[in-house]
């Protein structure tokens, strides 16, 4: 059946700033749908209100709407634009709602809209856990016992019939907010009473928990001819009790029976055919019993989820731009695969590799949370490896985590007391994978490991292998008297080389070079959805150890953009867009542009926006193979944020180019102590200051510059572990922390310039030239980091002469730096006086916001600035702005109820929203402008 003629503009719905539970999955999902939509003549317009996805860039959708995600929004876009239908299913769980609201109040019906890729009597059923509780028993499902509670009195009531534990499950939230496991009458009313406040319905089901059974998830997508294929099946490691998001999961399944697997293939369609005619995509969550092989249905989701980037990535198959061309008409055997381009889209993949999902926290930025995991997801990101074998993506996904791993464990970070091992193991937190190793390497029986975790008995033999290599490798003294087929497997289930050095306590250049001695490199393998059944076009490719390698270099010029690993807070999607924009504008120059990430969620790491994507660890033992074999004319690292800034000092030691500002400037930016002596040099003001490499020192700078002063160590993203502190026993117990959790660091102490303003400057310099892209003034003053203040485009309080004074000290500094591409400055602003606080010589948190803002190809004009196919001189560029543009940070507190909600020096935003408005008697604004004073006076 050919597409529905009769839609010619489609409403795309996005998810709005990035929160935890739903992050940018759903910008990588938006905007593969809209691609897809435009590819077949389609208009679409898109509402999302986060300005740092490529899914609201010009490049992405034929009209962008940077508005709230609200009814009245929707139907400023339906007075202004002639649209035939929305598609409510790409934008998690906020588009949906959005879509269920908009249906209440008839505005669907009114504007003559059409809902496609799912209805809200699905959307409704899988939303009202009666409802589906209900339907599924209905179809012939077994679900686990349960009630609906209204009121406190039903939820006791439901407790005491199905007894303990139990699970709360409040309806209509997200990423588990407000659910959890009772084990207790005694934990019963507390959680009771949060899982009602947590529902906009005060609505819960109170369910026997079915804590230890393994969880699974499938992701399917169904035509509007009822075919239906299973795209993946992924398998949790970690047990039932633990939010799929904050779980390690796995693909193909590894430990699932071919019996039990096609009764939930089977399920699954059954599920899905149940919830009405609706083409598109579907997630279904399943429990099974590991000593029966009963089935329980958990919930169904009609629509893109967290896990479809995942299994798109997984497996080459893309499930969001698929689900949008089923949605308008097409049937699955109608559509190409887009990686073989011979086999329809009706053919399910097929994996010849495993790929492991772990995910990202950041605890250390909510002090006093609760590590434990549980029903609530409280991950900010996560990343994915690929490899041939289990092991080596499992290893693969420690190096890529971004927390100092070298792999699992080996990496003299193990922890060797045993009761606070098994303390970990039973009460899951987001270490418990390298306890589990720990523990083995101890002694503790496998048996034990499992009835502590109820992690599957062969996940535990998998990792047991790792600690009997460890103890053979532990025999030799030497990398030259390691056998070569011993060496070679050692690889093969992913030990870096600062593993094995670390292991026989050597040098990792020692083991690089014996290993490349013996010729033991690594080879790329083709991700292509069939298991090299059929040729695959596609440049998507992972490291493994074998004999044949896939990846062919081609001749041209090639230029590598290093990505920026996990999202986490002070990290996240905005240098994605940052990168994204960098290939495109490298392609456009001429160069083949080869993309390294691995992160599942973005749109960097889509398959076919590079012309080379390797999907591995930002990591330097892989990074340098990959040059190694690409033989790039350089690569970027201004566009990935502090993950590819940090290896620029790697690329200079080994004469690897980096295009745009050198690693001599970057040091310069990063290094307090060489910066404010330029500072000083270039007769510009800073904050009085000093560097500390103990505690004596540290006070004897305080008493110098007086207090308040602003403590953090060097080298650190988001304001880690900043601080302001106005004593010296405030001061000595933050020293004594930085140096105890970052003992190789320096501690910086600066003056702290009390009720002072903060603004910030981003610029792009070509050598010759510089260009002041933006200038924002924060709401908040100084004292507030920069990604928790809201920031305002232009200035609204600034006076000219601070503002000439902040864009003469940027040219200084940018000229002095020898900055080529990017720059960020920090200033704050006391009785009329600018002083410095920081510069950073890469792409910012607010280069996205300025390009939104200003309409602007912000990052085009840079990238081919720092690659010298262009200078500033060449680019006409011209803002648009009617008012001001606001940068309003966003929260994600609830996940975390007892920890310090008050914002100070370290950054605690998970996103942020754009707002704009015509002046600064907006309402929206005057209610900013009003909470500045509680951080004033706090």
Same mark, same amino acid.
């Given at each position: 059946?050919?597409?529905?003629?009769?839609?010619?503009?489609?409403?795309?719905?996005?998810?709005? +700033?990035?929160?935890?539970?739903?992050?940018?999955?759903?910008?990588?999902?938006?905007?593969?749908?809209?691609?897809?939509?435009?590819?077949?003549?389609?208009?679409?317009?898109?509402?999302?209100?986060?300005?740092?996805?490529?899914?609201?860039?010009?490049?992405?959708?034929?009209?962008?709407?940077?508005?709230?995600?609200?009814?009245?929004?929707?139907?400023?876009?339906?007075?202004?634009?002639?649209?035939?239908?929305?598609?409510?299913?790409?934008?998690?769980?906020?588009?949906?709602?959005?879509?269920?609201?908009?249906?209440?109040?008839?505005?669907?019906?009114?504007?003559?809209?059409?809902?496609?890729?799912?209805?809200?009597?699905?959307?409704?059923?899988?939303?009202?856990?009666?409802? *589906?509780?209900?339907?599924?028993?209905?179809?012939?499902?077994?679900?686990?016992?349960?009630?609906?509670?209204?009121?406190?009195?039903?939820?006791?009531?439901?407790?005491?019939?199905?007894?303990?534990?139990?699970?709360?499950?409040?309806?209509?939230?997200?990423?588990?907010?407000?659910?959890?496991?009772?084990?207790?009458?005694?934990?019963?009313?507390?959680?009771?009473?949060? /899982?009602?406040?947590?529902?906009?319905?005060?609505?819960?089901?109170?369910?026997?928990?079915?804590?230890?059974?393994?969880?699974?998830?499938?992701?399917?997508?169904?035509?509007?001819?009822?075919?239906?294929?299973?795209?993946?099946?992924?398998?949790?490691?970690?047990?039932?009790?633990?939010?799929?998001?904050?779980?390690?999961?796995?693909?193909?399944?590894?430990?699932?029976?071919?019996?039990?697997?096609?009764?939930?293939?089977?399920?699954?369609?059954?599920?899905?055919?149940?919830?009405?005619?609706?083409?598109?995509?579907?997630?279904?969550?399943?429990?099974?019993? +590991?000593?029966?092989?009963?089935?329980?249905?958990?919930?169904?989701?009609?629509?893109?989820?967290?896990?479809?980037?995942?299994?798109?990535?997984?497996?080459?198959?893309?499930?969001?731009?698929?689900?949008?061309?089923?949605?308008?008409?097409?049937?699955?055997?109608?559509?190409?695969?887009?990686?073989?381009?011979?086999?329809?889209?009706?053919?399910?993949?097929?994996?010849?590799?495993?790929?492991?999902?772990?995910?990202?926290?950041?605890?250390?930025?909510?002090?006093?949370?609760?590590?434990?995991?549980?029903?609530?997801?409280?991950?900010?990101?996560?990343?994915?490896?690929?490899?041939?074998?289990?092991?080596?993506?499992?290893?693969?996904?420690?190096?890529?985590?971004?927390?100092?791993?070298?792999?699992? /464990?080996?990496?003299?970070?193990?922890?060797?007391?045993?009761?606070?091992?098994?303390?970990?193991?039973?009460?899951?937190?987001?270490?418990?994978?390298?306890?589990?190793?720990?523990?083995?390497?101890?002694?503790?029986?496998?048996?034990?490991?499992?009835?502590?975790?109820?992690?599957?008995?062969?996940?535990?033999?998998?990792?047991?292998?790792?600690?009997?290599?460890?103890?053979?490798?532990?025999?030799?003294?030497?990398?030259?008297?390691?056998?070569?087929?011993?060496?070679?497997?050692?690889?093969?289930?992913?030990?870096?080389?600062?593993?094995?050095?670390?292991?026989?306590?050597?040098?990792?250049?020692?083991?690089?070079?014996?290993?490349?001695?013996?010729?033991?490199?690594?080879?790329?393998?083709?991700?292509?959805?069939?298991?090299?059944?059929?040729?695959?076009?596609?440049?998507?490719?992972?490291?493994?150890?074998?004999?044949?390698?896939?990846?062919?270099?081609?001749?041209?010029?090639?230029?590598?953009?290093?990505?920026?690993?996990?999202?986490?807070?002070?990290?996240?999607?905005?240098?994605?867009?940052?990168?994204?924009?960098?290939?495109?504008?490298?392609?456009?120059?001429?160069?083949?542009?080869?993309?390294?990430?691995?992160?599942?969620?973005?749109?960097?790491?889509?398959?076919?926006?590079?012309?080379?994507?390797?999907?591995?660890?930002?990591?330097?033992?892989?990074?340098?193979?990959?040059?190694?074999?690409?033989?790039?004319?350089?690569?970027?690292?201004?566009?990935?944020?502090?993950?590819?800034?940090?290896?620029?000092?790697? *690329?200079?030691?080994?004469?690897?180019?980096?295009?745009?500002?050198?690693?001599?400037?970057?040091?310069?930016?990063?290094?307090?102590?060489?910066?404010?002596?330029?500072?000083?040099?270039?007769?510009?003001?800073?904050?009085?200051?000093?560097?500390?490499?103990?505690?004596?020192?540290?006070?004897?700078?305080?008493?110098?510059?007086?207090?308040?002063?602003?403590?953090?160590?060097?080298?650190?993203?988001?304001?880690?572990?900043?601080?302001?502190?106005?004593?010296?026993?405030?001061?000595?117990?933050?020293?004594?922390?930085?140096?105890?959790?970052?003992?190789?660091?320096?501690?910086?102490?600066?003056?702290?310039?009390?009720?002072?303003?903060?603004?910030?400057?981003?610029?792009?310099?070509?050598?010759?030239?510089?260009?002041?892209?933006?200038?924002?003034?924060?709401?908040?003053?100084?004292?507030?980091?920069?990604?928790?203040?809201?920031?305002?485009?232009?200035?609204?309080?600034?006076?000219?002469?601070?503002?000439?004074?902040?864009?003469?000290?940027?040219?200084?500094?940018?000229?002095?730096?020898?900055?080529?591409?990017?720059?960020?400055?920090?200033?704050?602003?006391?009785?009329?006086?600018?002083?410095?606080?920081?510069?950073?010589?890469?792409?910012?948190?607010?280069?996205? *916001?300025?390009?939104?803002?200003?309409?602007?190809?912000?990052?085009?004009?840079?990238?081919?600035?720092?690659?010298?196919?262009?200078?500033?001189?060449?680019?006409?560029?011209?803002?648009?702005?009617?008012?001001?543009?606001?940068?309003?940070?966003?929260?994600?507190?609830?996940?975390?109820?007892?920890?310090?909600?008050?914002?100070?020096?370290?950054?605690?935003?998970?996103?942020?929203?754009?707002?704009?408005?015509?002046?600064?008697?907006?309402?929206?604004?005057?209610?900013?402008?009003?909470?500045?004073?509680?951080?004033?006076?706090?």
């Amino acid at each position: 059946m050919p597409r529905d003629n009769s839609i010619k503009s489609v409403l795309i719905i996005g998810s709005g +700033p990035i929160i935890i539970g739903q992050a940018c999955e759903f910008d990588y999902s938006g905007t593969q749908a809209s691609r897809s939509l435009r590819e077949e003549g389609i208009e679409v317009t898109l509402i999302n209100s986060n300005p740092a996805t490529i899914m609201t860039d010009p490049v992405t959708a034929d009209n962008i709407y940077l508005l709230p995600l609200t009814v009245e929004s929707i139907v400023q876009i339906l007075e202004e634009r002639q649209i035939d239908a929305v598609l409510p299913t790409m934008g998690g769980q906020t588009a949906l709602n959005l879509a269920i609201e908009a249906g209440e109040q008839g505005v669907w019906e009114k504007y003559n809209i059409k809902l496609i890729g799912v209805d809200l009597d699905a959307i409704e059923l899988t939303e009202n856990r009666e409802a *589906f509780r209900k339907l599924m028993i209905e179809i012939g499902m077994q679900v686990a016992p349960s009630f609906i509670a209204n009121s406190f009195l039903e939820g006791k009531e439901a407790a005491q019939k199905i007894g303990y534990p139990l699970v709360i499950r409040p309806s209509y939230t997200l990423g588990g907010y407000g659910g959890g496991f009772v084990h207790t009458a005694e934990e019963f009313d507390d959680s009771l009473r949060r /899982g009602l406040n947590a529902s906009p319905t005060h609505e819960v089901l109170v369910e026997q928990a079915v804590l230890g059974w393994k969880e699974y998830e499938l992701e399917l997508l169904r035509d509007d001819n009822d075919n239906v294929v299973i795209i993946c099946t992924v398998e949790n490691l970690d047990p039932m009790g633990i939010h799929t998001g904050d779980s390690i999961t796995v693909a193909p399944a590894m430990t699932l029976s071919d019996t039990a697997y096609q009764q939930m293939r089977n399920d699954a369609i059954k599920m899905m055919r149940s919830l009405g005619n609706f083409a598109g995509g579907c997630n279904v969550q399943f429990a099974l019993n +590991p000593e029966t092989e009963e089935l329980i249905a958990i919930e169904i989701n009609p629509r893109v989820s967290r896990s479809s980037a995942l299994a798109s990535k997984a497996t080459g198959y893309p499930i969001a731009k698929i689900a949008a061309k089923l949605a308008i008409g097409y049937h699955l055997d109608e559509l190409k695969n887009q990686i073989t381009k011979t086999t329809s889209a009706y053919f399910e993949p097929t994996l010849d590799y495993v790929i492991v999902k772990m995910p990202r926290w950041n605890f250390s930025k909510f002090h006093g949370a609760d590590h434990r995991l549980g029903l609530q997801m409280k991950s900010v990101g996560e990343v994915m490896a690929i490899g041939r074998t289990f092991l080596e993506a499992l290893q693969k996904a420690c190096q890529s985590q971004e927390n100092n791993r070298n792999g699992l /464990g080996a990496d003299k970070k193990e922890w060797i007391r045993t009761s606070d091992i098994l303390d970990r193991l039973e009460n899951a937190s987001d270490d418990r994978i390298y306890r589990l190793k720990d523990a083995l390497r101890l002694g503790v029986t496998e048996n034990t490991i499992h009835k502590l975790t109820r992690i599957d008995p062969w996940y535990i033999k998998q990792i047991k292998r790792l600690v009997k290599m460890e103890e053979r490798l532990m025999r030799f003294n030497v990398a030259e008297d390691i056998p070569e087929d011993f060496f070679r497997e050692l690889k093969t289930v992913g030990y870096s080389d600062a593993q094995i050095a670390w292991t026989l306590r050597i040098k990792e250049q020692e083991v690089t070079r014996q290993r490349k001695k013996l010729g033991i490199r690594r080879t790329y393998k083709l991700v292509d959805t069939c298991a090299a059944e059929f040729e695959a076009h596609t440049p998507y490719y992972y490291s493994t150890f074998d004999h044949e390698n896939e990846s062919k270099p081609s001749d041209n010029k090639k230029i590598i953009v290093l990505g920026s690993g996990p999202n986490r807070i002070g990290q996240g999607i905005e240098f994605d867009y940052c990168c994204v924009h960098g290939l495109l504008a490298i392609k456009e120059a001429g160069y083949d542009a080869i993309m390294i990430n691995c992160n599942p969620e973005t749109v960097s790491t889509d398959f076919d926006l590079a012309d080379k994507l390797y999907f591995e660890p930002i990591y330097w033992e892989h990074i340098k193979e990959i040059i190694e074999l690409e033989k790039p004319e350089g690569v970027i690292v201004q566009l990935g944020g502090q993950t590819a800034l940090k290896l620029a000092e790697l *690329f200079h030691k080994n004469g690897i180019k980096i295009f745009g500002s050198d690693f001599k400037a970057m040091d310069l930016a990063e290094d307090r102590g060489s910066f404010s002596d330029l500072l000083k040099e270039l007769d510009i003001p800073y904050p009085k200051y000093g560097v500390a490499n103990d505690i004596d020192q540290a006070i004897g700078i305080a008493k110098r510059v007086s207090y308040p002063v602003l403590v953090r160590p060097s080298y650190v993203l988001g304001g880690q572990r900043m601080r302001i502190v106005i004593n010296d026993d405030e001061l000595e117990r933050h020293v004594l922390s930085i140096f105890k959790h970052m003992p190789d660091n320096k501690v910086l102490i600066d003056q702290f310039l009390e009720r002072a303003k903060e603004a910030e400057v981003d610029a792009i310099c070509d050598g010759d030239e510089v260009h002041i892209m933006g200038i924002m003034e924060h709401v908040e003053p100084a004292g507030i980091h920069s990604g928790d203040s809201s920031a305002m485009l232009p200035p609204y309080s600034l006076s000219e002469a601070v503002i000439e004074k902040m864009k003469e000290y940027t040219e200084k500094l940018a000229f002095a730096l020898k900055i080529k591409g990017l720059i960020n400055i920090q200033f704050a602003i006391k009785d009329e006086h600018v002083y410095v606080i920081e510069a950073n010589p890469r792409a910012s948190r607010t280069t996205p *916001f300025i390009a939104k803002a200003y309409n602007v190809p912000y990052l085009k004009i840079a990238t081919q600035v720092m690659i010298g196919t262009h200078k500033l001189k060449d680019f006409d560029i011209k803002k648009n702005l009617d008012g001001y543009a606001i940068k309003v940070p966003v929260f994600s507190f609830n996940k975390f109820p007892n920890v310090d909600k008050n914002l100070g020096p370290e950054m605690k935003s998970t996103g942020e929203a754009i707002r704009f408005i015509k002046d600064l008697k907006d309402p929206f604004f005057r209610e900013l402008d009003r909470n500045r004073s509680m951080y004033l006076y706090r």
